[in-house]
């Protein structure tokens, strides 16, 4: 008691300045990445160096497109393939093969003498390229996704490591594969074809003409345009002047009446059900890459390519601290430190009051849940996150642990730093991990902490951090996911679960490429040897018991043929979306001690 007596009387912990800020602590938390994350998109630009393998990888344009002979007619009883015939041209409706399960579909205009130039037009409105061949062009105009449909592509295509923009710029480059049989062909794009035509000519050497009017990444800026125009990585290696430095005109003459456009929702439909049969042998790649990589590569791959690393140097800790509330059986302590310039962690230690001098004891970090607070694992405020966190942190304080609640930055309006974060090649979690980072450099050098001995408890979000921290931290020595634990591609994706990601507005969720590294059940084979426990609420609305067991199934078996199935283990139990605690607080007790 004495050694916590001093630290009231002194008012903050050793090593530490006061703590002074009054204001919300996620407010400012988000303020400062924000910051930070466009003062990187800003130095990031000078040292841009284009590379058109990354931009294939990055666009998902990565699938072996279908040679063809010919274009084929589409044409129905009541629809014949012949839309208009003028005294220089016809109009077909037509479709030709991209990838193997895609086709697209379209219009051709057709010169009846030679052309003056052949033309791949990307237009809202395949109708409204009949301009260019008024003005003598051969043209093939494929039909686009609808801007409304958009995002819908985008969410399931984006964790198997696909595109919107991939899939078109691959019907795109199948067009040109055919025109060019013919000669040198151009490329024209307006509106969401702007994009479309600007990756596909940065991909490829044969588009010698490219004519587009919409296009840009920083007016306004990428994060600020449509979801679906988020592309991983994109900023890293690409601008404006790189991507547009071949504009040129293509001529456009006047015409009369357009021809209507086939149907809006075939690309619709090639895509969902292309992105869905990649999704079902995904399962396969993330096996094939295990035996190939094991733990250690999965790993590597994941926390690169999939989280991605923050770079910079950390910033001095400059630790801040007070009292924020005196307990019956331990104090918790309100603490502040930097991670890079304008970007800090904030959390709440809860120091047990009968620590003797030179004791070490076993640190438990919780993590809240979307929207919550550092302090409603210890401190609920309402009936409803006394429900959902049961003041799980002061019960293992009151157990004699050490406990660490860190402030994530999932609170309001926070959705925006994925969209910042992305193009650079990162995530909300690349920030978030270097938070743990430092955390832990800090709390484990703590005279009271055994780093030795340090647990990690996370619900719904704080689940996802489970698996997104720990498994690449082996300070951490016992991992339990709350509330979280899923199959999880399948949640991302489907496009029929009413609990699926593709209905909700968290679009923040997605990571880009998932799907071929590691899902959950990776992210915890990753853990292995170190125990780990997933906790599930019958009731609880993230998915169903099915889809869970099926995942923790793997981690199971891999545990068991491991010879550690004992470190291992599913709760269920008899209740929703919150903290059970029962099965956990033994988990913890058994590899931790107390």
């Not at 919409?214 to 800026?221: A, D, I, K, N, Y």
């Not at 607070?373 to 429900?387: I, S």
């Not at 043929?561 to 929703?576: K, L, Q, S, V, Y």
Request: charged content about 20%.
């Amino acid at each position: 008691m004495g050694s916590l007596l001093a630290l009231l009387l002194l008012g903050t912990l050793p090593g530490s300045k006061p703590l002074e800020t009054t204001g919300d602590p996620v407010v400012e938390m988000v303020a400062g990445m924000s910051a930070y994350l466009e003062q990187l998109t800003a130095q990031n630009a000078p040292s841009r160096a284009p590379s058109p393998g990354r931009l294939r990888f990055l666009l998902g344009a990565v699938d072996p497109r279908v040679p063809f002979d010919d274009l084929e007619l589409a044409a129905t009883f009541n629809r014949p393939a012949l839309q208009k015939e003028t005294p220089a041209y016809r109009v077909y409706s037509v479709r030709w093969p991209v990838l193997a399960g895609l086709t697209a579909s379209g219009l051709y205009y057709q010169q009846k003498q030679p052309a003056a130039r052949r033309v791949v037009a990307l237009l809202d409105h395949p109708g409204d390229a009949e301009s260019l061949a008024a003005a003598g062009a051969d043209v093939l105009a494929p039909v686009l996704v609808p801007a409304a449909r958009r995002e819908w592509i985008y969410r399931m295509a984006f964790p198997v490591g696909r595109h919107v923009y991939g899939y078109e710029v691959q019907t795109a480059l199948a067009a040109v594969d055919w025109l060019a049989r013919r000669g040198a062909v151009s490329i024209y794009g307006r509106g969401e074809g702007a994009y479309v035509a600007t990756y596909a000519a940065a991909l490829d050497p044969r588009i010698a003409q490219i004519d587009t009017e919409g296009f840009s990444l920083v007016t306004p800026p990428l994060w600020r345009q449509p979801l679906y125009r988020n592309v991983f990585g994109l900023l890293q290696s690409y601008s404006d002047a790189v991507l547009t430095g071949r504009a040129a005109k293509i001529p456009a003459a006047a015409f009369t009446q357009p021809v209507a456009s086939p149907d809006p929702e075939y690309p619709v439909r090639q895509m969902q059900e292309y992105t869905q049969r990649l999704i079902e042998h995904s399962e396969q790649w993330r096996d094939k890459l295990w035996k190939e990589a094991g733990a250690p590569g999965v790993a590597k791959r994941f926390v690169e390519d999939v989280i991605g690393i923050l770079p910079g140097d950390t910033a001095p800790l400059n630790l801040r601290s007070r009292l924020y509330r005196d307990a019956e059986k331990w104090q918790a302590w309100e603490v502040r430190f930097d991670v890079r310039p304008g970007v800090f962690g904030h959390g709440m230690l809860l120091l047990p009051k009968d620590l003797k001098p030179g004791e070490r004891r076993p640190l438990v970090v919780v993590q809240h849940g979307l929207n919550g607070h550092a302090d409603v694992l210890f401190d609920a405020k309402t009936d409803r996150d006394r429900d959902i966190y049961r003041n799980f942190g002061a019960q293992l304080a009151d157990l004699g642990y050490i406990v660490y609640s860190p402030q994530n930055p999932y609170v309001g309006e926070f959705r925006h730093l994925a969209r910042l974060a992305n193009p650079l090649g990162l995530s909300l979690y690349s920030l978030i991990r270097e938070q743990y980072r430092v955390m832990l450099d800090w709390l484990s050098a703590l005279p009271q902490v055994d780093p030795a001995r340090i647990g990690f408890y996370g619900l719904s979000y704080g689940g996802k951090t489970a698996l997104r921290v720990p498994p690449f931290d082996a300070r951490f020595q016992v991992v339990v996911c709350g509330g979280d634990f899923n199959e999880w591609i399948r949640k991302l994706t489907s496009p029929e679960a009413s609990y699926s990601y593709m209905f909700t507005k968290e679009y923040e969720i997605l990571e880009w490429n998932m799907a071929a590294v590691a899902s959950h059940a990776e992210l915890a084979q990753i853990i292995a040897p170190r125990p780990f426990l997933v906790e599930r609420g019958h009731r609880d609305g993230v998915g169903v018991d099915e889809w869970v067991s099926y995942e923790y199934a793997k981690v199971r078996r891999f545990y068991d043929e491991a010879g550690i199935g004992d470190r291992t283990a599913i709760a269920f139990f008899n209740g929703p979306h919150r903290v059970d605690g029962p099965a956990a607080l033994e988990f913890l007790r058994r590899f931790l001690g107390r």
